[in-house]
């Protein structure tokens, strides 16, 4: 899989817009951009993926840059409940793929 | 969405015992399912991939013996942490992905498993 870089923290002002930004140069054509998050002592949560077309779902959009090299999962208005790590990772789309996990981003939304 | 249910939630116990470790996917069958390992304040860190009918494959460093997974159903797959030492007290996660034509990997609730 390919690696990820994000930058290690982040804070938000609640309410407004929470851009994570996500950079994986080396993507090849048939992996997939996915977004999880995990909340302090739960399990990752799903949010969004894509592959190079934006996507956007109840909880977030995703925006993936032409060439692919990088993409920026956005939080339209956060809330103190959006505090956790959020993950981008790079996978093929199969089921019997794992997925492997960097470091991740912490956002802190702040009130 | 899918869910997957991962129990027990939380298991102290003591040094030298065994630990069972339940992950169930409720609404999908899973023919695979994946193991992670995460120690405080890290990144989620997999041990081993858990496939229905066969033996799970395991990441490099982590012992098979120490850590015995089987998967005999598509629904459930367990970990076993056997011979429990205070080292192993860890976060232990599952995850499982629906099938090949649903791409995203649902993961339990964790395990938080304290080892004295």
Not at chain 2, 4 to 23: A, D, F, L, M
Not at chain 2, 37 to 63: C, D, H, I, W
Request: charged share 20%; aromatic share 10%.
């Amino acid at each position: 899989d390919a690696k990820t870089t994000q930058p290690t923290s982040m804070d938000c002002a609640e309410g407004r817009a929470a851009n994570l930004p996500c950079n994986h140069s080396t993507i090849s054509g048939n992996e997939y951009v996915y977004w999880y998050r995990q909340i302090h002592s739960q399990g990752p949560q799903y949010i969004i993926h894509g592959l190079k077309n934006n996507e956007t779902n109840e909880m977030a959009s995703l925006i993936i840059t032409e060439d692919r090299k990088s993409s920026t999962l956005i939080l339209p208005h956060a809330t103190l409940r959006d505090t956790a790590v959020y993950y981008c990772i790079v996978s093929l789309q199969t089921g019997a793929n794992n997925l492997f996990f960097g470091t991740g981003t912490r956002l802190t939304v702040i009130p | 969405g899918a869910v997957v249910s991962q129990h027990p939630s939380r298991v102290i116990c003591k040094s030298g015992t065994s630990v069972k470790i339940e992950c169930r996917s409720l609404d999908f069958q899973a023919t695979t399912m994946f193991w992670y390992r995460q120690f405080p304040k890290k990144s989620l860190m997999l041990m081993a991939t858990s496939n229905e009918g066969s033996k799970a494959t395991y990441e490099q460093g982590v012992e098979k013996d120490k850590f015995l997974i089987n998967h005999a159903s598509l629904t459930l797959s367990t970990l076993t942490v056997t011979s429990a030492h205070p080292e192993d007290s860890s976060f232990y996660i599952c995850s499982a992905r629906r099938n090949r034509q649903f791409t995203e990997a649902f993961f339990g609730q964790g395990t938080r498993l304290t080892v004295v």
